[in-house]
Nanobody, 122 residues
Framework: QVQLVESGGGLVLPGGSLRLSCVAS????????MGWYRQAPGKERELVAR???????KYADSVKGRFTISRDNARDTVYLQMNSLNPEDTAVYYC????????????????WGQGTQVTVSS
């Protein structure tokens, strides 16, 4: 019923930039909070950034000042602008969204994208 599709990952040099996108598609009433998580080899999945429908962001301390999360509610899309990338940012980045939908009754569920690889290396 709902699908999140991510794009924008790739290989960049240290100090470079990438912009990730995630679009929600399918049948739903509303997209609530959206966010980005990442998981590096040998590490737990961690929150990178979240954003409310009204545009209020939250960031992990490790990315403050370097990453910017934004959203386009008309397109059901969330973005992550990543600047000043370093090798420690290398990870699979996952889009997450809390989405309200209904099959007879209203329900709210968390959905995840397939992940997109970000590699920062010289």
């Amino acid at each position: 019923q709902v699908q999140l599709v991510e794009s924008g990952g790739g290989l960049v040099l240290p100090g470079g930039s990438l912009r990730l996108s995630c679009v929600a598609s399918g049948s739903f009433w509303r997209v609530n909070d959206m966010g980005w998580y990442r998981q590096a080899p040998g590490k737990e999945r961690e929150l990178v950034a979240r954003i409310t429908p009204g545009g209020t962001p939250k960031y992990a301390d490790s990315v403050k000042g370097r990453f910017t999360i934004s959203r386009d509610n008309a397109r059901d899309t969330v973005y992550l602008q990543m600047n000043s990338l370093n090798p420690e940012d290398t990870a699979v980045y996952y889009c997450s969204a809390e989405i309200a939908s209904r099959v007879g009754v209203l329900s709210v569920n968390d959905y995840w994208g397939q992940g997109t690889q970000v590699t920062v290396s010289s």
